[in-house]
Each structure stands twice: as C-alpha cells, then as structure tokens.
C-alpha cells in the first residue's frame, strides 16, 4: 500500500470504475466524482491529494476550470479526455497539466504515466516548511529552528497532514480518516490527544487552532 492519494474526476461510471481498479490493486488510495463543481467544493474541504486524473468534458465545471483551482492547491493534473484537437491539447498542457492522455488509453500506459508524475512530484514535496519547522516526508524527521523534535508516526502523519493544508480547517473526521484511515463513531478523542501532544512538543498552542463544533487548522 502506498501513501498516495488520488481524485478521478469522470462523468463516465465504467472509466472511472475501471480506473479507480487499477489504481488500488497497485495501492493508490482513490476517490471519484463525476461533476466538476462537486469535486471542486470537494477539494476546499480536503486537498490532501497527490494527482488528479481529469475528463475535460465533465457537468458542472469543466476540466480546464478544475484545473486552475486544484493548481491553487498545488495537486498535479493529467487529463484523461476524448478531445484529441491539438487546441486542446495545447490549453490542457500551457495551463499547467502534467500530462493530456487521449480517449481510448492503454491503462498500462496510464499506470506508467501516473508514476512519473507521482515521482516528479514527490521529490518537490519531500520538505515542507513553515514557521520554524521543516518537515521532511522522506525521512519522517521534523526540525524546530534546526533542531530535530522526536514525534510518534501518527503526531507525525497528522502534522504533515495539517501543514499540507495550512491555513485551511479540517474537520475531526476528515483528519481520523486521513492520519488513521478509518471513521470510528466517537473515536475523534483520539485526534484531540494527538493534537494537545504537537502542541506540547512543538510549542504550537497559538498557530494550531482549534475550530469550534469542527476541527483543526494550523496558522502560519
């Protein structure tokens, strides 16, 4: 099982379908939508994805509308279209795709391309800074002012995951299903503990806030 996380944005089921198979046989964790603007909100509320697979042609927003909000979020696109002009093509790639695969798609193919970009990617996201802190994802070592800070594997998934959305609130759920991958019913005491412990150990009382009746958010 890897830690990557894909969204598939396709109106057409037996595509999508077909593609979320192959994916989790390989191990990518995957979500579909079929609706540009519900995959949209969606991505405001949880943004924590590696890649985007996109259908140029979807209802409610179309894939080049998508794509200039998940840029905003910083998630590589490769569009997955049966538009095979090359204006498109040409507006999918200068808008900052990764990749612009062509409907029919060997799914081997597909696999291939997924992992280039993955790896293109990763190696600009191994780091993350912000405030005093450098967060290394390779290495799962966290650095405060240049001095290494020993977390637990789960304080230290769930701070990668709050600083891969700074700024921005989580809910309790979406954090327990993210850090812990699983909904437990009354099970979020368990992200409050490990959020007074990130406080403690990394003198974050004022920068994570607490969001009432909802979540948490870290302040840079």
Do not use: C
Not at 115 to 130: A, D, F, H, P, Y
Not at 161 to 181: H, Q, T
Request: aromatic content about 6%.
């Amino acid at each position: 099982m890897t830690d990557f996380r894909i969204l598939i944005v396709e109106d057409e089921e037996a595509i999508a379908k077909m593609i979320q198979m192959n994916l989790r046989v390989a191990g990518y964790k995957t979500d579909i939508y079929m609706d540009g603007l519900k995959a949209a909100e969606h991505i405001k509320e949880d943004s924590g994805y590696d890649l985007a697979l996109l259908d140029v042609m979807v209802p409610g927003m179309d894939g080049f509308e998508l794509l200039e909000v998940l840029k905003s979020y910083k998630i590589p696109v490769i569009f997955l279209t049966a538009k095979d002009d090359i204006e498109s093509k040409i507006h999918g790639l200068k808008g900052g795709a990764e990749d612009y695969i062509v409907k029919p798609f060997e799914i081997l193919e597909l696999m291939v391309r997924i992992e280039k970009v993955l790896e293109r990617n990763k190696k600009q996201s191994e780091i993350i800074k912000i405030l005093d802190l450098e967060i290394n994802n390779a290495e799962h070592t966290v650095r405060k002012a240049g001095v290494e800070v020993n977390l637990k594997p789960k304080e230290f998934e769930l701070l990668s995951v709050l600083a891969k959305n700074r700024n921005r609130a989580i809910s309790r759920e979406k954090l327990l299903s993210m850090v812990w991958g699983y909904e437990f019913e009354g099970e979020t005491r368990t992200v409050d503990v490990h959020i007074g412990q990130l406080r403690k150990k990394l003198n974050l009382s004022e920068n994570i806030k607490t969001i009432s009746k909802m979540g948490y958010r870290l302040e840079d």
